[in-house]
């Protein structure tokens, strides 16, 4: 206890002399500290300025040429490119189509029974009511396109060279607020030579307002059924400088012929138009 209690009387600059005396033994762990860290900082800084440098690159690339820079075909083989932008194309022009057909027939891919001769169907027909909310017109658009997807590829006999194997074809549709949006599943397995590439996923979206068509339409309907034996032509007028489309009718025998007319938006070339029929 005695010799413990003389040590810690020990005066400040013996215990300096001691910590001095090591560090000249070759106790270096403090600096050997320091030196590691200082690579560290400096290898982080390196990095920071790497990354600072390509984003810029890659900025000074879009800026430079925007309409050639495709983020997505930059994770395709430039082998696979040419084929990707096949099927891309296929899947654009497919889906504008089966807008068109579905605006041409009132929402359905196949026309119902209740129709008249050219496939519009009947919403109103003395005092019966039939409609389609959104979730059902999203439905037809996504059977036309997965049967009629095939049709454009045509088997992908443009590419002789390719041994391409392909899956059933699903696609999810989704009818926003002045666009349709495509989701399309197409599992197709393409070799070359020795070499095969896969490719499922293909998106695409078409700017048409479907969603405030389809408004309009059962709007009109839910007005005509409320004065079934009466057409409120300032009611339809009202509805379509509301939302700014234009309403047709036509006579058709004991029928009238609606058609809601997308002003602001052309499919394929034209104005997007929405066809059904009443019965009177």
Known sequence: MKKRSEQAKLPKEALRERVTFKEKEGDLSGNH???????RRAQVTAFIIIAIVLVFAVIAIFLAKPDII?????T????????????QSCVEQTTENAIQHIGDNGGYYIPPNKSLFNGIPIYFDKGETKTLTNQEIELELSKYVN?????????????????????EIKTT????????VFN????????KAEKTYTFNKFDTETKVRLFTINQVANKII?????????????CIQDVAMKNEVVVDMRDFQ????????????????NDFTFYFANEY
Not at 76 to 87: A, K, L, N, T, W
Request: glycine fraction near 2%; proline fraction near 3%.
């Open 184 to 191: 399309i599943n197409y599992p197709l397995s393409i070799s």
């Open 147 to 167: 049967e009629m997807l095939f049709f454009c590829t045509k088997n992908f006999a443009d590419f002789s060279d390719l041994k391409v194997e392909q899956e």
């Open 33 to 39: 500290w320091f030196h590691t860290n200082s690579i």
């Open 254 to 269: 004991d029928s009238i012929i609606f058609s809601i007319i997308d002003i602001k938006n052309l499919v394929n070339g």
């Open 222 to 234: 839910e007005d005509q059924k409320e004065f079934p034996e009466d057409l409120c032509i300032t």
């Open 173 to 180: 549709t989704q009818i926003q607020k002045g666009k349709v």
């Open 76 to 87: 395709i083989s430039s082998e696979m490119r040419p084929v990707h932008s096949f099927i």
């Open 70 to 74: 495709n983020i997505k075909s930059l």
